[in-house]
């Protein structure tokens, strides 16, 4: 019994002594490591929430309003075409676990996202794509009381929307050849017109309506911060968060592949004439002009972050062409 007690009271010695050594190494490498090093270490290192289970992360439903927790007020899902909308409302499915709608019945996503088939103004779903807030667009007309809204470069928006519109099939890219022709050309510089009305539209809107602005490239490179923040602001429950640790349940089947391209090859943008890229700088450059003018010098007016995330998304992702950069 007494042998016993030694060897328990050794043991409790050396543990000690491991801890204190412990602490003394850890201060060391603490007087090593600067400030950025020290939180990349401490971030790879914290627990991981325990994420649902794959089932549980695929199953998505309606929505019965008369059992919330979800807040009754209509949503718009808003982006420019060629944002990234679809791959948010899937982002949207996995962590929320609610259909969203559209105002566009895109029939030949029907069968993925069974909200598109459902009114608009119809409560069983939460968040509702939408890109022209003008008159007669879409195929349901919804007022509403806030919205999400994607923010992508616009030289990597109109390359998407070229290639839904010429590639062969849903998700695909447009024919290589076709970047060489007076079609690419017209078709960017008539996009990028409209990317300007489009903001001008939605600014009027969120001057006086509540409206949360979320990059592309965030939402690409930092998935789960920028759905947390998104679904936290808009005070839905975020136990199903955890769903995207599954990076597989990230990716979603409406996100279009890259493009394989040789090194030598030109980026399509840079293909279109130096004259069209001219003429497209100037376009962004008297947008960014207006923006300036027009915006209030407070950092929360709509106008004022708008400037500073587009400026902020064609850093973080730019185009540098002969006449872009």
Request: net charge positive; aromatic share 12%.
């Amino acid at each position: 019994m007494k042998g016993r007690s030694v060897i328990i009271v050794a043991i409790a010695v050396s543990f000690t002594c491991l801890l204190l050594m412990a602490g003394k190494y850890g201060q060391h490498l603490r007087d090593q490591m600067d400030s950025n090093d020290l939180l990349m270490m401490m971030d790879s290192v914290k627990p991981i929430e325990n994420a649902p289970s794959y089932e549980v992360c695929s199953k998505v439903g309606f929505m019965d309003r008369r059992s919330p927790p979800f807040p009754f007020r209509s949503v718009a899902l808003a982006s420019y075409p060629g944002s990234g909308n679809t791959w948010l409302r899937h982002l949207f499915h996995v962590t929320t676990g609610v259909w969203t709608g559209s105002v566009y019945n895109a029939q030949e996503i029907f069968d993925d996202y069974p909200g598109e088939a459902r009114d608009c103004n119809d409560h069983s779903v939460y968040g509702i794509k939408i890109h022209w807030r003008d008159a007669g667009t879409g195929n349901c007309y919804i007022n509403f009381d806030q919205s999400v809204i994607i923010l992508r470069n616009p030289y990597h928006s109109m390359l998407s929307e070229y290639n839904r519109r010429k590639g062969p099939a849903l998700m695909t890219h447009a024919s290589a050849s076709l970047f060489d022709s007076q079609d690419w050309n017209e078709f960017f510089l008539r996009l990028l017109k409209n990317y300007v009305h489009f903001w001008k539209v939605w600014a009027e809107f969120c001057e006086r309506s509540h409206c949360t602005m979320y990059s592309y490239y965030s939402l690409k490179t930092n998935t789960y911060d920028t759905m947390k923040s998104m679904i936290t602001d808009l005070q839905l429950p975020t136990d199903r968060l955890g769903c995207l640790r599954n990076k597989t349940l990230i990716v979603g089947k409406f996100k279009r592949p890259k493009r394989k391209q040789q090194e030598t090859e030109a980026i399509p943008q840079c293909k279109l004439t130096v004259e069209v890229q001219r003429q497209a700088k100037q376009i962004i450059d008297k947008f960014f002009s207006d923006l300036e003018s027009s915006s209030s010098k407070d950092p929360k007016s709509f106008t004022f972050q708008l400037r500073e995330f587009i400026h902020k998304e064609m850093t973080l992702d730019p185009v540098c062409c002969t006449a872009l950069c």
